[in-house]
């Protein structure tokens, strides 16, 4: 069976009815009998807001905590499209970047991946669950989350698609 990695972005997830379109894309990959890995981003502007609201709290951010605060937009979309996919009659699970092994340096906001560990990706595709991880994050050394900066939903879905074929 063939593993497809698909990344949707914040425009293709902004709200409930948009993802029904994009849960529907799935379904008819995943009824063609492929695993399927789902990677995305946040819904919508939701990067921007938060990132607005924090520098509305204070203007020097603390670097790590900017990381935790900006991971969950994507958890957000990863966990709404799972629980979507599942109400519609189909397996899905939601992991965050380091659920899904995700390893990277100790950069904040604009972290680069050190490695992915596929295991558990691997595990839950072989149960049958679609898997739906969440784009831009990752965990450091220190177990910390980090960020990997715009376009960091992208980097993700190429290089769990690289790791998977490894």
């Known amino acids: 069976m063939d593993t497809i ?3 949707f972005g914040g425009s293709s997830v902004a709200d409930n ?3 029904e ?18 990677v ?7 990067t921007d807001k938060l990132i607005s609201e924090a520098k509305e709290l204070s203007e020097n951010t603390q670097n790590r905590e900017m990381d935790v605060l ?12 799972s629980i979507l996919l599942n109400k519609m009659g189909y397996p899905a699970i939601s992991l965050t970047g380091w659920q899904a092994g ?3 340096d100790n950069t904040n906001q604009n972290a680069i991946i050190k490695c992915i560990d596929t295991s558990r990706i691997k595990k839950e595709l072989q149960k049958g669950n679609i ?4 784009g831009f994050q990752g965990l450091n050394e220190s177990m910390d989350i980090t ?5 960091g939903s992208d980097t993700t879905a190429v290089a769990i698609s690289a790791a998977l074929r490894s």
Not at 21 to 38: F, Q, T
Not at 147 to 151: A, I, P, S
């Open 17 to 19: 009815e948009k993802l």
């Open 147 to 151: 960020t990997l900066g715009r376009g």
């Open 70 to 81: 900006l991971s969950t937009g994507e958890q957000m979309s990863s966990a709404k499209l």
């Open 102 to 104: 995700i390893y990277t």
């Open 21 to 38: 379109l994009v849960a529907k894309k799935i379904i008819d990959l995943y009824e063609k009998k492929h695993h399927i890995v789902v």
């Open 40 to 46: 995305v981003s946040a819904q919508g502007k939701t």
């Open 131 to 134: 898997v739906v991880v969440t």
């Open 5 to 7: 990695v698909l990344k």
